[in-house]
Nanobody
């Protein structure tokens, strides 16, 4: 399974971006898809996740601004990011965790820079 992330870029504070991550190959029907980010000098942190049953989880810092969604038919997860702040600047990684068997896949990362 390979994950291909796209949609990053440079945006001004208050702007929006939409990230996409498509999984190629077969993944089990029970899975969680998510987005993580890593800023320079900081640890990678969870941004948002969504289960195959559409249960979502968000970091407190992005609640109300970011929305995660998925298209199961396309094995694709999206992250709509609104009201972006400079502190959202980071490399964003998508992750798929499947169960039975338990496997974890990571995408290659896409840079998001929020700056005026």
């Amino acid at each position: 399974v390979q994950l291909q992330a796209s949609g990053g870029g440079l945006v001004q504070p208050g702007g929006s971006l939409r990230l996409s991550c498509a999984a190629s190959g077969s993944i089990s029907s029970r899975n969680i898809m998510g987005w993580y980010r890593q800023a320079p000098g900081k640890q990678r942190e969870l941004v948002a996740s969504i289960s195959n049953g559409l249960s979502t989880n968000y970091a407190d810092s992005v609640k109300g601004r970011f929305t995660i969604s998925r298209d199961n038919a396309k094995n694709t997860v999206y992250l709509q990011m609104n009201s972006l702040k400079p502190e959202d600047t980071a490399v964003y990684y998508c992750k798929v965790e499947q169960f039975l068997p338990h496997l974890i896949y990571w995408g290659q990362g896409t840079q998001v820079t929020v700056s005026s």
